[in-house]
């Protein structure tokens, strides 16, 4: 019987130990909250990239790719590019893969995420491998190899706006918009106003047209393939379309009114809307691509009623655009499955140039106070619109990055108008292009090849 | 009275039913209590980065041991040779770099390489001029590590003087005074802002929509180095739970407890939310 006293004992002991010996989750953690963030870019290092064979002309690949990459991913404004001084490690020397990577020399840079590279150029190809690590969780998120067949000069860019791409999407889920390509108009000391069109980081501005009249409004099919215009070619304002590369044909799409203007595509591609004077006021129509009018858009309102600048919401149920119906140019929205048309802007006396996000929930657009225009953005339910520039010129045509990140829109700030582009907030302000002459009207293709 | 209970248990027939009985009810919960604290333990790591933030505290910042002068003019930007281009003065680096603006990215027309814009890069020409500009200063100057030292422990130094004198008052007696719990809000306090500093987030990525919160659970160890760090709340967007993640990594080693807390180690839960987006 004294064997059952000591197991029940010892039971006892057992259980006041297991009682008194719970994991540290029983005890109260001390609660703190951080509401945002100190730094609002995520710093990452990119130090030079390995290089096979250190030819000449391998070096100074190897050196662009570094930069354009630092240059690109800083452009999204997502990233902050962390200073090489700092790095205490050189992966061209010591290796670029995971196990020739130590993590605790890189968390002391300040930089979160560490992308390393190796080019290899051989006869008319270049071969890139490229790593993505997570320096404080010390693993890789990815490794890819990239291939460019053909001038390794020519191929570069696109194989490092490929290695960006593959970043964004590890890096954001979504893809970036390094396959895009911004519009604009152009005009020389000389020249008439034309359409160029440069990359979404401003590289390559080449001319579009060669119209030798006035050409405006450029509007991207939703594929980025062609893009549509109004020019005066005929001494009158009509509405062409051309494929959008330097050379391609123009066609046109109507000339039926005496003024055809501010042309626009809805989603699908298929059919465009432009603002026509055919029966006696400035009202926007449905067309196909030939110029065949398909449906009158707006109603007629008096000889006030202009209505010009459509937009269509990334769904396409719905179009903004500019009307004078109330005395003062005003954006509207039309809901195309109900008819019903609402005034969007209340906020000043003059609000053009509707730009609708490709989210679908905004409106930026340009609004006239205190004697300049300014880039504005608000809930396409309406409220409060929320102005981006101010104090620095006029600043106009706003037009959305195709993942809604950035807008690029025109200002004179420096004297004479070019494109700048900043994020959907405002911030980060930079010109885009650098060109002779003026610049006006930018829009933002889609992201194309992709 | 032991013998009583065990006259009790071990008792009459009438009694046996009640000590099998007190028997089945005691190995049941046994039974109980170890499978649930096997189960929650076992259940307690789901983070994949364990112990290897357990460094040093003068890892993140000072420069690694002197290196040789070979190594130098290998990879010469690593050399801190003034502290204000160097790694060590982290947080006045992170400031000022976090205040720069990307420079306007204005391309010329000739469609010139994109080399041309301002991001400074450094050549390997220019690296190797500067190890040797850093070497040569050295030799002439006094080393600054050995400074830097100094100065790092004069401010702990600092740090620590005036708060003994209130903090022995308290931990004798073993009861938390009301000195010590200021010590201790003041440590949590300083752990937010140190946290709160280390966290980059693009605040635009976070659609006006949806509210991002989550959850990060760490233990802080009196040395002040940081264990169990894992995420027990997920913001649903990866991005953002990887930034709150790295915030406190990056803040490890903390600094150690202030003289006036005695605990083995505090638990803390912190929640990362953005707020007031637009």
Known sequence: MKKTYRIIVQTL???????????????????????????????????????????????????????????????????????????????????????????????????????????????????????????????????????????????????????????????SGKHGFFGSR??????????????????????????????????????????????????????????????????????????????????????????????LTIEGDQAIYLLTQKGK??????????????????????SGDRMAFVSKRS??????????????????????????????????????????????????????????????????????????????????????????????VMNAYGTDQRQLVSLPGEQTAPVWSSNLNQ | MMQ????????????????????FSLTGHILLFTLSHVLTTSGYKPHKTPRSIDVDLMQTELPPPQPSKESVQAKSSAKPATPSTSAPSKKATRKKTAKKVTPPAAKSFTGKRPTKRKQRVITPDELVQNALQKMAKETSKKEPLSHRLNRLKKEVADRKAPETVGANDGAATGQPTAVQMSIKERYYRTIEVIIRKNWAFPTQMASSKTQLKTQIIFTVMPDGSVRDVWVSLRSGNANFDRSALSAVHKSTPLPPYPAGITDQKIPFVIDFDVSELL
């Not at chain 1, 990459?69 to 001084?85: D, H, I, K, S, W």
Request: hydrophobic residues 35%; contains cysteine; proline residues 6%.
């Open chain 1, 13 to 171: 002991l057992l259980m006041a130990f297991l009682l008194s010996g719970t994991p540290s989750q029983a005890e109260d953690r001390v609660q703190l909250r951080v509401t945002n963030p100190f730094e609002n870019k995520t710093p990452v290092a990119v130090p030079a990239f390995h290089i096979a064979a250190a030819s000449d002309h391998e070096k100074e690949l190897a050196t662009q790719a570094v930069t354009l990459l630092q240059e690109t991913l800083a452009f999204t404004g997502y990233f902050r590019m962390v200073n090489p001084e700092a790095f205490l490690e050189a992966p061209s020397q010591t290796g670029i893969t995971e196990q020739d990577i130590h993590f605790d020399r890189w968390r002391s840079s300040g930089a979160e995420l560490l992308v390393t590279g190796s080019l290899t150029v051989s006869g008319q190809a270049i071969i890139g491998d490229f790593y993505l690590y997570d320096i404080f969780r010390q693993k890789s998120l990815f490794g890819v190899r990239l291939r460019g067949a053909g001038s390794p000069d020519e191929n570069l860019r696109p194989l490092i706006l490929k290695l960006a791409d593959k970043i964004m999407v590890t890096y």
């Open chain 1, 182 to 275: 911004i519009a604009f108009v152009s005009k020389g000391s000389s020249t008439p106003k034309e359409i160029w069109t440069c990359d979404f980081d401003g590289y390559k501005p080449a001319q579009l047209t060669r119209n030798k009249a006035i050409t405006l409004t450029p509007a991207w099919s939703p594929d980025g393939s062609k893009i549509a215009y109004t020019s005066y070619v005929n001494d009158k304002p009509d509405i062409f379309v051309q494929g959008a590369w330097p050379g391609a044909r123009r066609d046109i799409v109507t000339a039926k009114g005496t003024t055809n203007i501010t042309p626009a595509w809805l989603p699908d591609g298929q059919m465009m809307a432009a603002s």
């Open chain 1, 293 to 314: 009018i398909r449906k009158r858009l707006t109603r007629k309102w008096g000889k006030w009623g202009i209505d010009v600048s459509p937009v269509f919401s990334p």
């Open chain 1, 327 to 420: 005395g003062s140019p005003q954006i509207y929205i039309k809901n195309l499955n109900n008819g019903r048309i609402e005034r969007l802007t209340f906020d000043g006396k003059y609000n053009t140039s509707p730009a609708w996000s490709p989210t679908g929930d905004q409106m930026a657009y340009a609004g006239f106070k205190d004697g300049h225009f300014d880039i504005h953005v608000m809930d396409v339910r309406g409220g409060r619109p929320m102005q981006l520039t101010l104090g620095t010129g006029d600043n106009e045509t706003p037009s959305w990055s195709p993942d809604g990140s950035l807008i690029v829109f025109s200002s004179t700030r420096k004297g004479k108008s070019s494109i700048y």
């Open chain 2, 4 to 23: 009583a209970f065990t006259h009790y248990l071990t008792g009459g027939d009438e009694n046996r039913f009640l000590t099998l009985a007190v028997l």
